[in-house]
């Protein structure tokens, strides 16, 4: 069994900064790909981004490109997203995830957070 916990989210002003990030337990976790997925009010889960589960191989939506990084420390057990220039419409629940393969589908991901929440406002 794995566990993920989310930190860091919060209010931000457009075009502000944060860091999330998603403390990982469990057996093997560091065997895992890991990713981030956000869910605006209303909307459907979204991915985000993707890390491998060496850190050496990512991949991201194509509306984070330039402005979110995900890097994991794998002595640490954590996944990171560091977002910047954020816009209004990064807003939503952001949920880390966990699975064997890295994917940009929810469904592939078998583990998942409990969420964090981030809001920015205009």
């Known amino acids: 069994q794995v566990q993920l916990v989310e930190s860091g989210g919060g209010l931000v002003q457009a075009g502000g900064s944060l860091r999330l990030s998603c403390g990982a337990s469990?057996?093997?976790?560091?065997?895992?790909?890991m990713g981030w997925f956000h869910q605006a009010p209303g909307k459907e889960r979204e991915f985000v981004a993707a890390?491998?589960?060496?850190?050496?191989?990512?991949n991201y939506a194509d509306s984070v490109k330039g402005r979110f990084t995900i890097s994991r420390d794998i002595a640490k057990n954590t996944l990171y997203l560091q977002m910047n220039s954020l816009e209004p419409e990064d807003t939503g629940v952001y949920y880390c995830?966990?699975?064997?393969?890295?994917?940009?589908?929810?469904?592939?991901?078998?583990?998942w957070g409990q969420g964090t929440q981030v809001t920015v406002s205009v």
């Open positions: 890390v491998s589960w060496s850190g050496r191989s990512a």
């Open positions: 995830a966990a699975d064997r393969r890295d994917s940009a589908v929810a469904d592939s991901y078998a583990y």
């Open positions: 469990g057996r093997a976790v560091n065997t895992l790909s």
